[in-house]
């Protein structure tokens, strides 16, 4: 039982690149998340899905576009890189949507734009 | 609008002393409060919640209790360890949702 697991772990891009982060959890969780961590402003949410083909916005939504293929993955695009989205990206998945339900996060992917 | 305050850190404590972490959230309706941990290279994880007024979380030794008349879920632990060396993140997750707002973060530094 691997949990949450995020493919790079690390990646540097020239301003304008592309590149997908990839998101997977075996444990049958119906919601997934991404979030942006910056020094000094914790984690806040880019987008989200509350089950598979779906996909909403979060509060820092712009420059990034997601899909929820399937219900295990869930994928972080950035179509042109900017040095702002210089960060580290976690991804979470939760069993259900309510106020107490726990997020199990992965071990994120540290992500600079130069 | 909803959000979650931390003390600013870094903390630094020695190993066998007594830690407080304030937090302090404004929110709509009725979240449930929680703490996460990240340690050093590593995703976050709960460390604890509580889900309705006057509750206390606890758990590894740490505690945090819901004060809805001080709007407060302060993180205490009796005596700290090395181990216990990490970033702590208070959260709070509104009524009839998933999602969660997260405080800045403290890193606590504990030294032998």
């Known amino acids: 039982n691997a949990g949450v697991t995020q493919t790079p772990k690390f990646r540097v891009l020239k301003t304008g690149q592309s590149m997908t982060l990839l998101c997977a959890q075996d444990?049958?969780?119906?919601?997934m998340y991404w979030y942006r961590q910056d020094p000094g402003m914790g984690l806040r949410l880019i987008h989200y899905s509350v089950g598979e083909g779906t996909t909403a916005k979060g509060e820092v939504p712009d420059g990034y576009n997601v899909s929820r293929l399937k219900k295990q993955n869930f994928l972080l695009g950035l179509e042109s890189a900017a040095p702002s989205q210089t960060s580290v990206y976690f991804c979470a998945s939760s069993y259900e949507w309510d106020t107490y339900n726990e997020q199990f996060f992965g071990p994120g992917t540290r992500l600079t734009v130069l | 609008g909803n959000s979650v305050t931390q003390m600013e850190g870094p903390v630094t404590l020695s190993e066998e002393a007594f830690l407080t972490i304030n937090c302090t959230y404004t929110?709509?309706?009725?979240?449930?409060l929680f703490w996460y941990v990240q340690y050093p290279g590593e995703g976050l994880q709960l460390l604890l919640k509580?889900?309705?007024?006057?509750d206390k979380g606890s758990n590894k030794g740490f505690e945090a209790t819901y004060r809805k008349e001080t709007t407060s879920f302060h993180l205490e632990k009796g005596s700290v360890q090395v181990s216990d060396s990490a970033v702590y993140f208070c959260?709070?997750?509104?009524?009839?949702?998933?999602?969660?707002?997260f405080g800045q973060g403290t890193t606590l530094q504990v030294k032998p």
């Open positions: 929110a709509t309706g009725y979240p449930s």
């Open positions: 509580a889900t309705k007024a006057d």
């Open positions: 959260a709070l997750s509104r009524s009839n949702t998933g999602k969660l707002i």
């Open positions: 444990m049958n969780h119906e919601y």
